[in-house]
């Protein structure tokens, strides 16, 4: 009984978040500016699924729309999450399809250049467990060791995708890692994030786990050198963050693993309630400076990480004069100032 019970509650999450706005939106370097988002169905839209997926490319006044074939042959599918390589001019698309009125859901994973569109690829299938907050970023050099035990760099578009985790009796945050090869993805690695931190000290952890807000919403931020990922995370164990510098090292015979450089960061004095996706940016002095943000009706509210302190959270009013993406962009302009 305590299972059905428990099977049920969680059955109830995925609809709250369902209800949402559901979307990502990247602008490339050339102007092109991609749009996907998660809409529920109706009959004119022609698909089995009871939320399904659309993409909007647009640059300059044409823009055009197509739903994605992956996310049309039923179940729900939300949390959609771009990335893209301007190189091959690929764009990737990171998402959670539900199945068995969502009591079941695996992770999705596609790709489109020039109007196509890729195989899908599925990975970490979990019944009753709930996704939430997926994040994607890239690297474009793999690292592989000589005989001799000298370092050097190939050139490799890797997939690292970040998401919370939401079981029975705890939650924890994921990562997954995706080699993209000549068009086929690769999963190779899908593991707790917690794991490149190493075991906490007994006398670290909780009674009760936190329920503190921001250690739900991973973030992920790709390095200049497109060789690295940094991953900042929570951990409701201690109520601490970490932030993880990640880097796929190739080990032979095609094995991909990645090595990760974990620090802790000191934990928010504040607690942030928020109904939105709670989204991050990170400073371009190649500093551990960043910045958490979320917006509400009429304001956008944030908190900075700087100099190894967080302030406090701060409100920039909305108005007819200052939407809420240009506030993040004067945001944007305050991080990379300091």
């Not at 990640?246 to 504040?270: A, F, Y």
């Amino acid at each position: 009984m305590k299972r059905l019970v428990v099977a049920l509650a969680l059955a109830f999450l995925p609809l709250a978040a369902f209800a949402q706005v559901d979307r990502d939106v990247l602008l490339t370097s050339d102007g092109t500016l991609f749009t996907v988002e998660s809409l529920f169905a109706t009959p004119d839209a022609k698909v089995s699924s009871t939320r399904y997926l659309t993409l909007t490319v647009q640059n300059g006044s044409d823009s055009k729309s197509e739903i994605v074939p992956a996310s049309s042959n039923g179940g729900a599918h939300v949390e959609p999450s771009l990335a893209y390589d301007a190189e091959t001019k690929t764009l990737f698309l990171f998402w959670e399809a539900a199945r068995a009125g969502a009591l079941a859901t695996d992770l999705a994973f596609t790709w489109y250049r020039d109007g196509k569109w890729g195989n899908l690829t599925t990975l970490d299938g979990a019944d009753w467990d709930l996704r939430s907050n997926l994040r994607i970023a890239l690297t474009r050099k793999t690292q592989t060791m000589a005989y001799d035990g000298t370092a050097s760099t190939i050139p490799e578009i890797t997939i690292h995708a970040v998401w919370w985790e939401t079981g029975r009796t705890s939650s924890w945050a994921r990562y997954a890692m995706i080699t993209f090869d000549h068009g086929d993805a690769i999963v190779d690695a899908v593991e707790n994030l917690s794991d490149f931190v190493g075991k906490p000290a007994a006398a670290t952890l909780l009674d009760t786990p936190s329920k503190r807000e921001l250690l739900a919403h991973p973030a992920i931020f790709e390095a200049s050198n497109h060789e690295t990922v940094d991953v900042v995370f929570g951990d409701p164990r201690t109520d601490k963050l970490h932030r993880v510098t990640l880097r796929p090292v190739d080990q032979g015979l095609k094995i991909r693993i990645p090595i990760g450089r974990s620090r802790e960061l000191p934990t928010p004095t504040v607690n942030i309630v928020a109904d939105t996706q709670v989204s991050a940016m990170n400073a371009s002095n190649g500093s551990d400076d960043m910045a958490y943000y979320f917006a509400t009706t009429d304001s956008v509210k944030y908190m900075l990480y700087k100099d190894g302190k967080w302030t406090g959270l701060r409100t920039i009013a909305l108005n007819e004069k200052l939407s809420s993406d240009a506030a993040v962009g004067a945001l944007q302009r305050l991080l990379r100032s300091e």
